[in-house]
C-alpha cells in the first residue's frame, strides 16, 4: 500500500470532521474546508492507488 493512499486517507477523514463540525456549529468556513479536504484525500488516494497498480504491473 503506498503512503498516498495512507495519507489520502487520514485526509479524507479529518475532511469528514471538519464538514461535520461546520455543519454543527454553522460555521460554513470549516465545512468548506472540510469539503475540500475531503477532496484533496480522494485525490491523494487515487494517486497512491495508480502507483500501486503500476508497481503490481511492473511485478508480474
Do not use: F, N
Not at 6 to 32: H, R
Not at 36 to 58: F, L, T
Amino acid at each position: 500500500m503506498d503512503k498516498d493512499r495512507i495519507a489520502g486517507a487520514a485526509k479524507q477523514a479529518k475532511g469528514a470532521v471538519k464538514d461535520a463540525a461546520g455543519k454543527v456549529t454553522g460555521d460554513t468556513k470549516l465545512q468548506a474546508e472540510g469539503k475540500a479536504d475531503k477532496a484533496e484525500g480522494k485525490v491523494q488516494s487515487s494517486v497512491g492507488g495508480a502507483k500501486d497498480a503500476v508497481r503490481d504491473a511492473m511485478d508480474k
